[in-house]
T-cell receptor, first 114, second 112 residues
Framework: EPEVTQTPSHQVTQMGQEVILRCVPISNHLYFYWYRQILGQKVEFLVSFYNNEISEKSEIFDDQFSVERPDGSNFTLKIRSTKLEDSAMYFC????????????FGDGTRLSIL | KQEVTQIPAALSVPEGENLVLNCSFTDSAIYNLQWFRQDPGKGLTSLLLIQSSQREQTSGRLNASLDKSSGRSTLYIAASQPGDSATYLCAVLTGGYQKVTFGIGTKLQVIP
């Protein structure tokens, strides 16, 4: 069964550095998402992306964050000037269509900011 | 602002028992509700998705119901097995475009 893949599985970065998290959504899916889960807390929506532009973003997704689909297969989340509180699991998801369709999640990238 | 609550936070049952997990949400204007399973260190596996116009969905031993007007959903697991041990998350899609709100989950342990 097709799946969403995320790399790396664990990223350790010094505070203040930039980090790029990578995702390969399911090939025929058109909608892409990023979520994060701080240890012990709820999964939180960050951003949704469709047709090469952001369709919705949460209040968490400020100027520190950006997303990009640099080619036909990858979907990336860039975090600039990382802070300690950015430490979390970051999940990528995709869906074949928008409203009403299930989102398929990757296994996540654990981001640790030192 | 949509809030999703799941009760209980944790549940431990002997193998073979039927069990019910509860989810409630504050804004009934939802598009759909999705139940996920999360294994430790893993991503989220979609179990069932209920559209706002539906009352329930079934998949194997799982049955999810939705009462949109009262802001509640239940996930029923029949004949529980040790392999069902995981955290179960409820998530609702409310307004906006694919903005999903999650509950914190119910951690289930099925004891052999």
């Amino acid at each position: 069964e097709p799946e969403v893949t995320q790399t790396p599985s664990h990223q350790v970065t010094q505070m203040g550095q930039e980090v790029i998290l990578r995702c390969v959504p399911i090939s025929n899916h058109l909608y892409f998402y990023w979520y994060r889960q701080i240890l012990g807390q709820k999964v939180e929506f960050l951003v949704s992306f469709y047709n090469n532009e952001i369709s919705e973003k949460s209040e968490i997704f400020d100027d520190q964050f950006s997303v990009e689909r640099p080619d036909g297969s990858n979907f990336t989340l860039k975090i600039r000037s990382t802070k300690l509180e950015d430490s979390a699991m970051y999940f990528c998801a995709s869906s074949i269509q928008g409203l009403g369709q299930p989102q398929h999640f990757g296994d996540g990238t654990r981001l640790s900011i030192l | 602002k949509q809030e999703v609550t799941q009760i209980p936070a944790a549940l431990s049952v002997p193998e073979g028992e039927n069990l019910v997990l509860n989810c409630s949400f504050t804004d009934s204007a939802i598009y759909n509700l999705q139940w996920f399973r999360q294994d430790p260190g893993k991503g989220l596996t979609s179990l069932l998705l209920i559209q706002s116009s539906q009352r329930e969905q079934t998949s194997g031993r799982l049955n999810a119901s939705l009462d949109k007007s009262s802001g509640r959903s239940t996930l029923y697991i029949a004949a529980s097995q040790p392999g069902d041990s995981a955290t179960y998350l409820c998530a609702v899609l409310t307004g906006g475009y694919q903005k999903v709100t999650f509950g914190i989950g119910t951690k289930l342990q099925v004891i052999p």
